[in-house]
């Protein structure tokens, strides 16, 4: 379903006053903002460690990006209408969710930036975790290239359990689109997907090691 006025304008408020808070609080800073794409369609892949990888990773565009977002935050009545305002795609983690896969690709084939985590749900610790491979399978799928993004500093921002925010500094590195192989017709061929997979997961641990260091956090 195509973005209506009511939610690109929710949404340029909405992000914005995030990324003003981030600013101040956590001294956001990103690097690589030139490899976003400023029109068409792109998949954003960032690393995922905390609660607050979402509302920082508008500071890599001012588009409206759609984004994934585990079906519980649907839960309640009013979260869920903020969360559709926002333009989020619900999806039930830890399955192959069919119809959020054709939810993906038809934000793309319209043209949306949109934000998948690859590794799914937050993990811990500096190494990427195993990767899913919607983002490489719904790239495949419509030839929409990926941004990988490494994010330094997050996990102590609010880390997994916390209740309360961190005055850490955090960092965002943003790679260079990894483009999919081109294929015939609509279909994804099992072995381009996990060879994009596998690329995807390289890039991502090269970015998050970089982020990581920059705000003085030891790596591997």
Not at 24 to 49: D, M, N, Q, S, Y
Not at 56 to 81: D, N, S
Not at 126 to 140: Q, R
Not at 182 to 200: D, I, K, Y
Request: aromatic share 8%.
């Amino acid at each position: 379903m195509k973005l209506t006025r009511a939610q690109n304008a929710l949404y340029f408020v909405v992000s914005r006053v995030l990324v003003g808070f981030s600013r101040l609080f956590w001294r956001l800073t990103v690097e690589g903002k030139e490899h976003v794409p400023t029109t068409g369609p792109f998949i954003l892949a960032p690393v995922h460690r905390s609660n607050v990888d979402s509302p920082i990773v508008a500071i890599c565009t001012p588009r409206h990006m759609r984004f994934l977002g585990k079906q519980e935050m649907w839960k309640y009545k009013v979260p869920a209408k903020f969360f559709d305002g926002m333009g989020g795609i619900p999806v039930n983690r830890g399955t192959p969710d069919r119809d959020s896969l054709r939810r993906c690709v038809t934000a793309l084939e319209a043209g949306e930036p949109l934000v998948i985590f690859p590794e799914g749900s937050r993990r811990s610790g500096p190494v990427v975790d195993e990767l899913f491979e919607g983002v490489a399978y719904v790239s495949t799928k419509t030839g929409a290239p990926i941004i990988p993004v490494g994010i330094g500093g997050s996990e102590q921002a609010m880390p997994k359990g916390a209740k309360m925010l961190r005055p850490v500094k955090i960092h965002l590195v943003i790679g260079p689109p990894i483009l999919p192989e081109p294929t015939e017709g609509r279909n994804a061929p099992r072995r381009l997907v996990r060879e994009l997979n596998e690329r995807l997961y390289g890039e991502l641990q090269r970015l998050f090691d970089e982020a990581q260091a920059k705000v003085g956090r030891p790596n591997r």
